[in-house]
Each structure stands twice: as structure tokens, then as C-alpha cells.
């Protein structure tokens, strides 16, 4: 009899041990099957020898056995390779040994739950999950989700906090519960801000870009499609502070949604950033336009004025306005009536905006999973960790969940962003070598970040991990002639004034006659 | 007390006492790296007070190794923002650190892109200390720059 076992109160064989501890596993996992409450089972199953453990683990598996073959939720009536890999004979294909740290004499086989193979079968549930949501099988689904909540914990790391929000975002997109604003929205930006280089790279290189465009400039203006903190500008304002002639004078607008308090928020961010610049002598005005969709805006609420040059900055914003059609081809042609000497864009690098569900949800999975893995490394505090975690958790709910106007994270590609702008009549301009050495530099001081790289694409950079890219740094101007091949504009701007003559001869320059 | 009895007794003597001579003991603080300077400032309460007080000791500190002078503007900036100490403190150090860079080394060049790096991050670590109402202490390192810090092991 096994010693350690007897002193409990069980009696098992040490020959037995390895078959106690297969049967103890199957056990476990058919108990996790099992919709109805266990007290049944307990009920139905009579015992005679409790001590006896081997005895005791059969009669309950056989009891459970014979309840589930007939279950609705057998999930081996779905077809395909999707749950179950082909039978295997073994059905512990790789025991492993752990040999005890006190016992010496005998080599004692212990079984544990192989988390390799948990690993692959999480992956194959939330696949199936979502081939079972796209084909509209919600019994399926349900049942997948609450699968993946089980294997789920049996990971570590990345993949367990990464399969637990899609985890999450499924059964929102089930059970149609879906999430509402989270009221610390701010604050989960602010600690990715400081975990992760994501954001920081962004700014870094949209800065360069603007402060190359700005060069030679006595009065500049920049237009912030998303300033939440404000965090971009400091930086900037230094670089014209130090850049030889003197700092020319700085306009800033800021544009955000409306807070959730109802607090002046952007008066705020632009108090802040106003006693900043007082410190290092800057010339400093600001303008803060609170609006929920970046498309309710004109390019005459902004006063533009004469002399100035201006600079259009837009960090993880555009993509919300995929959700509208036509919204995109509004604010372009916003950005034209502007005029700007540049239009800096960051978006995530990645096609999370395709028509079918399914191909969304694989794009995703594989996207976050990386961001995850980066994540991992990071040998900041817990806390915060854990705060930039929550913030990409609710992207992933949007992107999984929602649908319609309610899912803003409709995360597109450079290509595709470079073809939209391209058409919309814009020519790319390349971000130098300046951007690339300082963002290399950047990351190099990030400790744990091995897995950083960032790449020239064309003019445009790209920050990734290993081998994938996340993020993509891409700045734009007015092409030179701005016609493009018939398509006619209708000013829709300046009709009070204009009269017919003028508003024709604006449509034959267009059409690049 | 004993000390100052002692140079008053060296002066008697006439001999070199340095810190009679405080305009040659910051030349020779100017030149020391960062560690050296920190051991300095234990030495006495003179030593203390001047590497405390007196900011361009910092400064070349931080920017001995540039390949080029960094602008004339740049001190109006670095000074208006908590001045060279804390730059150091807060970024230069640990930029050199991570960049894998020993501070004894004394061959090390800065590239302007680390520079104007340094400075950028200097420039967020204000702008966060002034958003935040100076809470905290003037030497606590504001959150931005919490990833050049090492992490304690509990």
C-alpha cells in the first residue's frame, strides 16, 4: 500500500498509482462536462469501501459515462477535427515523471495534466466557437465558451489572460451582453502609456515628422484628432524650443469626446500643457472641441488663420470612423479644406475590419496574442500590467462583440490606409532616418524588450515583436495636383459665398483639366 | 570641529587645504563620473552642499561625452524643467545603464539622437510632475518614466 496515501485515509497499491491517478484526471474532465448539479451523481452512485479509491473513481466514471452518452451537448457530433483530435488508444499518450523530493527507494510515476495538449485544444475551442457564432449555432457556441473557460486556466502567461478575454468577449456576443463604457478609460490609457512602448513610439515619430515639416516655420499650428492627456506635445514643444532661430509660435487644438463626468477635460489638458510651455518660453494658445465623432467637424470651426503652417496629428483615430460610411471620406476632406504641410497617422497593423466574422475573430486572436506575448516580458509592476491588460481586453471585446456602429475598433491595414489616402488625394512623405534611430533608440531602453523591432516600410515605420508588426508610423501631404481621375467634388464648404462661376471653375481644376 | 581645527592649524602651517580652495574643488567634481560624484557628496558637509547647490557640476556630468556641444538654449530648457541633477538623475543615468553603457567609462560617446531622447523623456517626466501638482517630492520619479526603473525584487 502507498504510505503517503494511507496516512489520509486511502488505500492504493503503489503498483496502482498510475492508473488512480488516469482515472482522477478523466474524473475531473467528465465533471466538467456535466451540465446538471454534481449532487446527483453523488446521490445515484453507491459505495461500499470509500477508502478503496481505485473502486471508488471507477463506479463514479462509469456512472457519469453512462448520463452523458446521451447528451445534447456531445461534442463529438460536431464534425470535423475542430474538438477532437482522432482517436488516440493511448489516452495518456505522455505520462509524466516527477520524481518526489523525499522518497528515494522506489521511483514513484505520477501523471499530471499535459498543458501542451490543453494548449492546442483551447485553440481548437475558441476556433470552433467561432465557426459555431458565425454559422449562428448558439447552443454550440455556448456550450464551446464555457469549455474554453476550463481550459482556459489550465495555461499560463499570455495565452491563459489572452484566451479569458476572448473568452469574455464571446459570451458577450452570445448572450448579447454587451459592454458598456468603462468609467476609467482614461486611466487604462495613461498605464499603457507607461507599461509598453506602444504609444511612445507613436509620438516619438509623429513628432519627428511634424518637427521636419515645421522647419523654417515662424507661427505653426497642430490639430490633435485625439488628445486624451495630452502626452504627445511636451516632447514636441521642447524640440521648437531647442531648434536653432528659437521656438516659433505654437497653436495647439484639441479634439476629444465629451467625458464621462462631464468635467472640462480638454480645459484641463490644455491648462496643463500651457503652464509647460510658460516654463520653457514657448508661445503657447490653445483650443479644446469636445465631439463624438471626429465627422461633425468643419474646417471653419477651427479658425484657421493666414500665416500659419499646420500640422494634422491623428494617434489611433481613424479607424474609429470606418463604422460610418462615408465618415472617413468626410473628415479628409476636411483635412484637404485644411491644407496641412503634413497629416501624421498611427494605426495598428492589422485587418480587423473584414465582413465575415470569422476571419475577424483569427486576424484578432493571433494580433492580441502578440501584443499579449510583449506584454509578458515587461518587467514592470503587476498593477500596471494588469491595467494596460484591461485596456486592450476592451478592444478585444469591441472587436469580438460588438457589431454595427458600436464596434469602432475596425483596425485596417497600411496597404489599405495607404490606398484610402491615396485616393482621397494625398501623397505619402517619408519619415527619416532621424525617427527611425531615435524610435530604435527608444526601444532599446525598454528592459525585456528583446522582442521589439522596428521596420521601414516604404517611408513608413513599423514597430512590431519578433517577427510580427503591430503598430505602423505613416505621415501624408496634399498631392501635388489635387484633381483626381473624374471624380467631382461638390464644395460643400463655401457655398454661401461662392457664386456659380467660381464653384465651376473649381470643378474643371479638379477634374485635372 | 576637529576638522576645522585642523585646517585652521594646516593654514598655520601653510599648507594646501582644499577646501580652502572651493573654485578648484569644483573643477575637480566637475570631472568625476556619476558615482564618484555621489561618494563625494558623503565626504563633508561642504562637499555635500556643492554638489547639491551647484547645478553645472550635473551639467557636465550629463554632457561630457557628447559628440557635439549640445545648443546654448538647451541649459535654458534643462534648467526651467528641475535642471541637470535631475535630469541625470532621472534619465541620463538610467538611459546609460540600459543602453548598457557603465558610467565609469569615461570613452563613451553620446550620439545626438540619445541626447535629444534624454531629453524628451525628461520633458514628459515635467510636463507629468506639473499634472500632477508636484505631489510626492520633488526626487520621486513620475509614472512615465517607471520603465527605465529596475524592478525590485520583494
Not at chain 1, 441 to 462: I, K, Q
Amino acid at each position: 500500500m502507498d504510505e503517503l496515501l494511507a496516512v489520509v485515509g486511502y488505500k492504493v497499491r503503489s503498483s496502482d498509482m498510475a492508473e488512480v491517478a488516469e482515472k482522477l484526471e478523466r474524473l475531473e474532465e467528465a465533471m466538467g462536462n456535466v451540465e446538471e448539479g454534481i449532487s446527483e451523481l453523488s446521490n445515484e452512485a453507491v459505495h461500499y469501501n470509500p477508502a478503496d479509491i481505485s473502486n471508488w473513481l471507477e463506479s463514479m466514471l462509469w456512472n457519469i459515462e453512462k448520463d452523458s452518452a446521451c447528451s445534447d451537448y456531445d461534442l463529438k457530433a460536431i464534425p470535423g477535427k475542430a474538438i477532437y483530435a482522432p482517436e488516440n488508444p493511448n489516452p495518456n499518450p505522455n505520462p509524466k515523471r516527477l520524481k518526489p523530493s523525499t522518497e528515494s527507494q522506489s521511483t514513484r510515476a505520477v501523471v499530471v495534466v499535459d498543458s501542451q495538449q490543453n494548449g492546442i485544444r483551447l485553440v481548437h475551442t475558441l476556433m470552433a466557437c467561432a465557426e459555431a457564432l458565425e454559422i449562428n449555432n448558439l447552443p454550440v457556441a455556448e456550450a464551446l465558451v464555457k469549455q474554453i473557460g476550463f481550459l482556459a486556466v489550465s495555461q499560463v502567461g499570455a495565452m491563459r489572460k489572452v484566451a479569458t478575454y476572448f473568452a469574455e468577449a464571446l459570451a458577450r456576443r452570445i448572450y448579447r451582453v454587451f459592454p458598456l463604457h468603462h468609467a476609467l478609460s482614461d486611466s487604462l490609457q495613461i498605464h499603457f502609456y507607461e507599461t509598453c512602448p506602444y504609444l511612445k513610439f507613436a509620438h516619438f515619430t509623429a513628432n519627428q515628422a511634424i518637427l521636419e515639416a515645421f522647419h523654417g516655420k515662424t507661427r505653426v499650428h497642430v490639430v490633435d484628432f485625439g488628445i486624451n492627456q495630452g502626452m504627445q506635445w511636451p516632447a514636441l514643444m521642447q524640440a521648437l524650443a531647442l531648434r536653432p532661430g528659437g521656438p516659433p509660435a505654437f497653436r495647439l487644438t484639441g479634439i476629444g469626446p465629451p467625458a464621462a463626468d462631464n468635467s472640462d477635460h480638454l480645459q484641463e489638458v490644455g491648462w496643463k500643457l500651457a503652464q509647460f510651455a510658460d516654463t520653457i518660453h514657448v508661445h503657447f494658445e490653445y483650443r479644446g472641441f469636445v465631439a463624438t465623432s471626429l465627422a461633425d467637424l468643419d474646417a471653419s470651426m477651427l479658425q484657421l488663420r493666414e500665416d500659419e503652417s499646420v500640422a494634422v496629428n491623428s494617434v489611433f483615430e481613424f479607424h474609429r470612423l470606418l463604422a460610418r460610411p462615408a465618415a472617413v471620406d468626410k473628415v479628409l476632406s476636411v483635412v484637404r479644406h485644411i491644407r496641412p504641410e503634413i497629416l501624421t497617422v498611427v494605426e495598428q497593423e492589422a485587418n480587423h475590419n473584414g465582413p465575415g466574422f470569422l476571419d475577424r475573430f483569427t486576424e484578432s486572436l493571433h494580433y492580441y496574442s502578440t501584443l499579449f506575448d510583449s506584454l509578458e516580458g515587461s518587467p514592470v509592476n503587476p498593477q500596471d500590467k494588469a491595467m494596460s491588460e484591461v485596456y486592450l481586453g476592451k478592444q478585444i471585446c469591441n472587436v469580438v462583440a460588438c457589431e454595427g456602429t458600436e464596434r469602432v475598433e475596425r483596425h485596417e491595414t497600411l496597404n489599405q490606409w495607404r490606398n484610402r489616402f491615396a485616393s482621397a488625394g494625398f501623397s505619402p512623405v517619408h519619415l527619416g532616418s532621424n525617427a527611425f534611430k531615435q524610435a530604435s533608440t527608444l526601444l532599446a531602453l525598454f528592459a525585456g524588450g528583446d522582442g521589439y523591432r522596428v521596420d521601414e516600410n516604404n517611408g513608413c515605420l513599423m514597430l512590431g515583436w519578433h517577427t510580427r508588426p503591430l503598430i505602423a508610423t505613416s505621415a501624408w501631404q496634399l498631392a501635388a495636383n489635387s484633381g483626381w481621375d473624374g471624380v467631382f467634388e461638390m464644395d460643400y464648404w463655401n457655398t454661401v459665398n461662392d457664386n456659380a462661376a467660381v464653384l465651376l471653375h473649381k470643378c474643371v481644376w479638379k477634374l485635372g483639366v | 570641529m576637529w576638522h576645522e581645527q585642523r585646517g585652521e592649524e594646516e593654514k598655520r602651517r601653510g599648507r594646501f587645504f582644499i577646501n580652502d580652495n572651493v573654485d578648484i574643488l569644483r573643477e575637480i567634481l566637475k570631472r568625476l563620473d556619476g558615482p564618484s560624484l555621489g561618494v563625494a557628496a558623503c565626504v563633508c558637509r561642504l562637499w555635500c552642499s556643492l554638489t547639491r547647490s551647484d547645478d553645472s557640476l550635473w551639467e557636465h556630468l550629463c554632457f561630457r561625452h557628447v559628440s557635439s556641444p549640445p545648443p546654448a538654449s538647451v541649459r535654458a530648457v534643462v534648467v526651467a524643467l528641475g535642471g541637470y541633477k535631475r535630469l541625470y538623475m532621472v534619465c541620463v543615468r538610467p538611459v546609460l545603464s540600459r543602453l548598457g553603457h557603465s558610467e565609469r567609462v569615461r570613452k563613451r560617446v553620446w550620439t545626438r539622437h540619445e541626447v535629444q531622447l534624454s531629453l524628451s523623456l525628461f520633458c514628459i517626466d515635467s510636463y507629468e510632475r506639473l499634472a500632477s501638482g508636484r505631489l510626492a517630492g520633488a526626487d520621486a520619479s513620475a509614472s512615465s518614466l517607471m520603465f527605465l526603473c529596475n524592478t525590485v525584487n520583494v
